[in-house]
Nanobody, 128 residues
Framework: QVQLVESGGGLVQAGGSLRLSCAAS????????MGWLRQAPGKEREFVAA????????SYSDSVKGRFTMSRDNAQSTVALQMNSLNSEDTALYYC?????????????????????WGQGTQVTVSS
């Protein structure tokens, strides 16, 4: 079982930055590809970013590429999402997620259905 707790959300002006963090409670964190996904009001949950078990591979949605950076610290069992140049379309509830940890995928998935473990989410609101 993987427990995930996000932090770092808040209210920020357009053009500003936020850094989200996610702490995992699991014995072998390095076995899990990790992802960040978000859900805006009235919209479906969408992929934002993902990182491989070693941290050597990352992927981003087109809407955040060049603005967001995902990282991980396996020694601390944490992942982070650095978000720069925020705009109103980034307003959403942001979720940290972990895949199955079975090592099936070398490249982390961009599909929400590939992540069975989710945190409670942290709200990001960007004011224009």
């Amino acid at each position: 079982q993987v427990q995930l707790v996000e932090s770092g959300g808040g209210l920020v002006q357009a053009g500003g930055s936020l850094r989200l963090s996610c702490a995992a409670s699991v014995r072998t964190f390095s076995r899990y590809n990790m992802g960040w996904l978000r859900q805006a009001p009235g919209k479906e949950r969408e992929f934002v970013a993902a990182i491989s078990r070693s941290g050597g591979t990352t992927s981003y949605s087109d809407s955040v590429k060049g603005r967001f950076t995902m990282s991980r610290d396996n020694a601390q069992s944490t992942v982070a999402l650095q978000m720069n140049s925020l705009n109103s379309e980034d307003t959403a509830l942001y979720y940290c997620a972990a895949d199955s940890g079975l090592g099936i995928r070398l490249v982390p998935s961009t599909s929400a259905s590939s992540y069975p473990y989710w945190g409670q989410g942290t709200q990001v609101t960007v004011s224009s």
